[in-house]
């Protein structure tokens, strides 16, 4: 069993509305620092992305009721990193939650890099949804 933890914010917009802008593979690059919107290519049921690391490619959940935007990252060698991801109703406005895996042999400060990342990365979302 891997450690978790599970990063969230709220962005003042109905959790539906927010859903159907943001769950397009195409919409991840605008915020999700990782991928590149240029390198971002639909290659059959999955899409090929530059990460931080080199090629890598990536399956997502399909668009659904529940606002699940879960995906599953190749990062080759046989390794793929599940990254579950929800937007949730809050009131009048949506949570977003993603859970980090601390991945094997991952040191804590590579664990802790990946934490501040994601947080900003959610940041980005936020202003972004916020405009």
Request: charged share 30%.
């Amino acid at each position: 069993m891997l450690e978790a933890t599970t990063l969230g914010i709220t962005i003042d917009r109905s959790w539906r509305e927010l859903y159907d802008a943001i769950w397009e593979p195409q919409f991840f690059p605008k915020w999700a620092s990782g991928l590149s919107q240029s390198s971002l290519q639909r290659e059959g049921d999955r899409w090929r992305a530059k990460g931080p690391e080199g090629t890598v490619w990536i399956r997502f959940t399909p668009p659904n009721e529940f606002g699940i935007m879960d995906h599953h990252v190749d990062v080759g060698g046989g390794r793929e990193v599940y990254i579950p991801l929800r937007v949730i109703e809050n009131g009048e406005g949506a949570e977003v939650i993603l859970t980090l895996f601390r991945q094997q042999g991952m040191s804590d400060e590579k664990f802790r890099e990946d934490q501040d990342w994601v947080k900003r990365d959610l940041e980005g979302l936020r202003a972004l949804m916020s405009a």
